[in-house]
């Protein structure tokens, strides 16, 4: 059996697993036997991903007699597809161990377990189709399992708000998707990738099509001004299924667009990379400065997830940019720095929301106003959310760091560029994308910093307990994986050749062979990085500074009331707050990004009135685009109404009128 | 193999020299303050003794402290040692300036910052909330401009090694426009990292406007003095890194002889003597900033580098 109908009959066991679950969700033990075959099918499949991906397999196809009548289902396993189904498979495994602990707090079982393997099966198919209507039909299959699981609470206040918002920029989404091969299909109507590939669109056509893919892959993957969605919808699924959406969905429409952009769409022009660069970096900085104003740990998440799509954005327009001016070399470089920010958010971001769903488990609450000191009460969950926080904001030795390195290396070789345009923006977008490291910092400061030390702010905090084995195997397991990408970089960049071959033409230079693991994207002269050397650096300099200190200083050490420099106040309301901790950043930001007004109403000296202070933020994307369009929509229904009160006759009349005019387009097409 | 005993040697002499010379450079800047205020001031070797009674008492935690408080003085220490072992002081080709490069030296820099801020959230108490909140909104202006500094450095040597990087600007490179502006923007961001005034006051310690002493506010004993350790070797860093990048004279480069390199260890200490005299007379001569002044000035450096950069990208061709 080759690896692809492994994987095919991985996904045909999901979608019968479906099956199953609607039947036996309300029995005893159904989360298990769910969570515990969804797990044992996502290590099978991740384990074919990976045999096809590491053994450089070639590409294999595969026809099934459904789907569109003349050419069938093709389904084909080439190195991208292998990639992201690794990456797919390793958050669906673990959010699936998670599940297992999980899922057993769940009050609606019936309403999360059959769609969780479908959105998995949806998922994978989108990965291997290998023509439009597979494609699309496993991307619809994909976007409406997980709006039932963003619906799954739906008695919860906001959810239902979420879910009509979900579905309908999914729909959306889906109808660019369609147009975009549409356009690449032709009037012959080759759906098939091959025929796709073989036809070369015209320059117009091919424009329209990547405007088109932007549209519809950035809709799901949350670029701005698309990405409204996403931050209603994400936290409102269960915490093992926002992880997966946020984690693992988002990737999938990642390699939506690198499909269609990099394989389907003809050799690139360079101009497209300007719009994609420009959107990637404003969505780099919408996302991080709406992560330091939200006090939900889970929308703080959801929101840092748009941030990272927009970074691995910049790192696709970079090598689209770089293959269209013909430097293969940087392309790959940049394209290789994309590949791997993918994996590595998929990693981090499926083991903050495991953390944030732990934390809600245990304090029934996901405001960070009501948290704090947790890394007292749930210690195993702490260090866990400690690594994903660290990783996430780019420290080494981590992996996030190495990213976000490969992404400043490929940057520093914008000077190559034969185009001013692009000459220029290209440091704009480094610079963008240093702020976004900073900043997501800070944000990861706070969002570890509010609800896991200082003092607890309710009696749910205080307390806590740390959550069941199967949650903590999950974000173990993800965060020794986010230290060992760090520390050995090499391997996975030399596991993504073969994928950066295929996309970009070229490859970077084979890390295995640098001596001491180092990684150089160029050569070691012009810049070089070594993980473990830095991880090893760092834990022998703190491993000597302890040990001199236990050697020579003092041992005593005693514990007493804070400090405070002398004016302890015993309440936990004086601790620093979410709001307040971002404050500068809110006055230094918010004022231009967000039209923040602070207002403090002070009663004047007498009055027993109570002193408020209110602040208010405005979304520039909702204001500026949202709100308009859905007055104009509302106002165009409003005409369309009397369309709904016509006689028969003149209902005969206007369906005759289309009738013509359709024909009348038809004729004058041919 | 004899050569490589030999670099190892002398990459750990200048690990112990930058810490051995953080708390002299500390203390002379010290000096040179209160002479130009006609105060006597503490003696030179001051804060050496001020380390050791530190470190002989005993550490007071908070009660509500977790074991991160605890933890976080040591990370800090080693993530500013390791990127302090990275840059050349006195000769370049260090064993191991391969294995990270300057932007690995700022990520390492904002490790640190990342486990203080944390630390100072860690007791609950408003000041340390005070002091690792304004921390990250200066660090969140401070660090874009560091990289755009290195963008620039990066560029004009074509690398981003910093020993690659040295050794060209030994060679000269000439007097450019963009070198000027990346010194200033390097020297502001110096200066608000190391929380000297005009942006923050490293002598107070019960002022509102105090951002790296809150944060620290709960330490004691030992962890104070990790800490205090810690800063001052970032200071050393700074004026290494600045050294190093603009004023490289008599570095050794790599395979010089023992001679060179002690001329070149001589020339380095006398380098930051010079540095530490400049920063005594500019912070008596300039006034404390407000905190919400400090964005702009920071947004100053941003620019600066990024002005800088865009001219190296714009220029890079044209010849």
Known sequence: MSLLQALLACDAVLLALSVVAVSAARRGGAGTFVYGVALALSLAMLAAAAAALIGRAAPAGLTLPIGLPWIGAN?????????????????????????????????????????????????????????????????????????????????????????????????????????????????????????????????????LALALALVGAGSKAGLAPLHVWLPLAHPAAPSHVSALMSGVMTKVAVYAFIRIVFDL????????????????????????????????????????????????????????????????????????????????????????????????????????????????????????????????????????????????????????????TLKLLTP???????????????????????????????????????????????????????????????????????????????????????????????????????????????????????????????????????????????????????????????RVFGGFVFRGRERLDMPAPGETRPAVYSLTLRDPVWDGFYTPLGGLVGAIATRLNRLQFLTIRQYLSVVFAALVALLLVLAAWS | MTNIAVDLVFQFLQMTVVIGLAPLLTGLVRVVKARLQRRRGPPLLQPYRDLARLARKEAVVADSASWLFRMAPYLVFAATWVAAALIPTFATGLLFSWSADLIAIVALLGSARFFLALAGLDVGTSFGGLGASREAMFASLAEPAMIVIVFSLALIAGSTQLSTVAAAMTAGVGLRVTLG?????????????????????????LELTMVHEAMILEYSGRHLAVIELASMLKLVLYVSLIICVFAPWGIAIADAGIGDRLAGAALYVAKLGVAGVLLGVFETSIAKMRVFRVPDFLGAALMLGLLGALLLFVSRTLK
């Open chain 1, 75 to 207: 389904f084909r396993l080439d190195a991208l597809a292998a990639f992201f189904a690794v990456v797919v498979n390793l958050g669906g495994a673990a959010a699936s161990l998670y599940g297992i602990g999980y899922g057993r707090r769940e009050h609606e079982p019936a309403r999360v377990l059959p769609f969780f393997p479908a959105f998995l099966a949806g998922m994978n198919l989108v990965l291997i189709a290998d023509d439009a209507y597979t494609f699309l039909v496993s991307w619809e299959f994909m976007s409406l399992a997980s709006w039932a699981l963003v619906m799954a609470h739906h008695r919860e206040a906001g959810n239902q708000r979420a879910g009509f918002v979900y579905i309908v920029m999914a729909s959306f989404g889906t109808l660019s998707l369609l147009l975009a091969f549409g356009l690449l299909a032709g009037a012959s109507g080759g759906y098939a990738f091959d025929a796709m590939r073989a036809a070369a669109p015209s320059a117009g056509v091919a424009g």
């Open chain 2, 181 to 205: 502006m990346a010194l200033i923007a390097l020297v502001i961001v110096a200066v608000a990292e190391n929380g000297r005034i005009p942006v923050d006051n490293p002598a107070t310690h």
């Open chain 1, 265 to 420: 769409d003809g050799p690139p022009d360079w101009r497209w990379s300007a719009p994609i660069l420009a959107l990637g970096a404003a969505t780099a900085l919408l996302g991080v400065l709406h992560a330091l104003m939200q006090t939900d740990i889970k929308r703080v998440l959801a929101y840092s997830t748009i941030e990272n799509i927009g970074l691995i954005f910049v790192a696709i327009g970079l090598a689209l940019a770089f293959k269209a001016s013909g430097l293969a070399g940087a392309a790959a470089l940049a394209m290789t720095a994309a590949l791997f920010h993918s994996l590595n958010h998929a990693l981090f971001k499926s083991l903050l929301f495991f953390g944030a769903g732990a934390v809600q488990t245990a304090t029934g609450e996901r405001r960070m106003g009501r948290l704090g000191g947790l890394l007292n009460r749930m210690p195993a969950t702490g260090f866990f959310m400690l690594v994903g926080c660290a990783a996430i904001s780019a420290l080494p030795p981590l992996n996030g760091f190495v990213s976000e390195w490969l992404m400043l290396q490929a940057i520093l070789l914008g000077p190559q560029f034969p185009q001013w």
């Open chain 1, 428 to 586: 704009a977008v480094g610079a963008a994308v240093a702020l976004t490291a900073a900043l997501a910092a800070a944000c990861f400061v706070r969002a570890f910093g509010i609800p896991f030390l200082g003092r607890p702010r309710s009696d749910e905090a205080a307390k806590a307990h740390d959550v069941d084995r199967f949650s903590l195997a999950a974000m173990a397991a993800l965060a020794f994986l986010c230290l060992a990408a760090g520390v050995f970089p090499g391997v996975v960049i030399d596991t993504l050749k073969p994928v950066a071959l295929a996309v970009a033409g070229a490859a970077m230079p084979l890390q295995a062979k640098i001596p001491w693991l180092s990684i150089a994207p160029i050569a070691e002269s012009r810049s070089s990085y070594n993980g473990l050397l830095v991880f090893l650096f760092i834990a022998a300099s703190a491993a000597m500074a302890a040990s001199a200190i236990h050697r020579f200083a003092s041992d005593a050490l005693r514990r007493a009331p804070a400090w405070d420099c002398g004016f302890p106040d015993s309440s936990p309301a004086t601790q620093y707050t979410a709001e307040s901790f971002s404050q500068p950043i809110r």
